[in-house]
């Protein structure tokens, strides 16, 4: 048979399909979520998420020297409240000295600006009911808890956050953080917005993890984007954008590589993939009962990627750095 082209002649060596490889993965593309517990020397296993853990403040320091060691650039901070801390307003989300301050404090004491720190901004893990705002005859207040969130921003930025991650999906809320930090002198702090967060059963590992499951089946449908929608996800990508975010997170990740790639197509700017904790949990067990092959790490970082990610938060980015890129 006569064939001018063969596509096949490009994948034929290891080293052609090594040199014309279109995407990568690198170590500095991650960033690595961890979850805060109060208390001294603590490190609190997470059931629902095998190999994840929680750390007091003071007991950070082993996880965040692998993490430089490793080549990870920045990290994103999520506290477990204590229950008897949490109200109906989250009002400790408004402590100077609650756990994520005293955290991020600790952190730039031992690390100033060697690893990047994000921090979540929203009220769930501070309200009794779950909720990612106020809370007044089963609706969520949107003006009020956004009064709350500037407040908060302005805590952790200057407890020493270098970027704020607003994660609670109110309108108008990029732009009141953004004036603020303005109007404070904290013109640099970067934002980035979880501009599309879809109401997602993903994340109930997560939840876990800071303690927001008290109450059951909490239906945040009313703030956070149906799945079925792309053209609203790139209408509120659009507006955070105009209101001042320099970054896009898109959570989950996995689920929504369409909205990762419209995104990228459309504006152009950093957006950061979530691989969120339901994705981690189920391909965790299924490595572990050899459902999968390790092998589909690779698989799922790249379409990350491949879909226009400029970074990845994931619960993985050690073990895969550690398992596929410091291999020598």
Do not use: C
């Not at 917005?193 to 109930?204: R, T």
């Amino acid at each position: 048979m006569l064939l001018l082209k063969r596509q096949r002649r490009l994948r034929s060596n290891k080293w052609s399909i090594n040199l014309f490889r279109e995407n990568n993965i690198s170590a500095s593309d991650f960033i690595l979520p961890i979850f805060l517990t109060d208390g001294k020397n603590q490190k609190q296993e997470i059931k629902s998420m095998p190999n994840v853990h929680r750390y007091s403040p003071d007991n950070l320091k082993q996880l965040i020297d692998n993490a430089i060691k490793n080549g990870i650039q920045a990290i994103i901070l999520f506290p477990q409240t204590p229950q008897d801390k949490k109200d109906a307003v989250g009002s400790e989300a408004l402590n100077e000295n609650n756990l994520i301050n005293k955290s991020i404090r600790e952190i730039k004491k031992g690390y100033n600006k060697e690893i990047g720190i994000i921090t979540d901004v929203a009220l769930d893990p501070y309200t009794t009911h779950g909720h990612d705002g106020i809370l007044k005859d089963n609706s969520v207040q949107n003006d009020e808890t956004v009064e709350k969130l500037v407040q908060q921003s302005l805590l952790q930025v200057t407890s020493g956050a270098d970027v704020i991650a607003p994660s609670d999906m109110m309108d108008g809320r990029i732009f009141s953080i953004r004036n603020a930090l303005e109007k404070n002198n904290f013109k640099n702090t970067l934002i980035l917005s979880y501009a599309a967060k879809y109401a997602s059963g993903f994340y109930g590992p997560f939840r876990d993890g800071v303690g927001s499951t008290q109450k059951e089946g909490i239906d945040k449908s009313s703030y956070q984007l149906d799945s079925a929608n792309s053209d609203d996800a790139l209408r509120q990508i659009e507006g955070d954008l105009k209101d001042g975010a320099d970054m896009i997170m898109i959570k989950p990740g996995l689920t929504y590589l369409d909205i990762i790639s419209q995104t990228k197509d459309k504006y152009n700017v950093p957006i950061v993939a979530y691989n969120v904790s339901g994705e981690y949990s189920m391909i965790k067990n299924g490595i572990k009962n050899k459902i999968f092959n390790e092998n589909i790490l690779k698989e799922i970082m790249i379409s990350f990627k491949r879909a226009g990610a400029s970074a990845i938060v994931s619960y993985f980015a050690i073990e895969y750095i550690e398992k596929f890129l410091n291999q020598k």
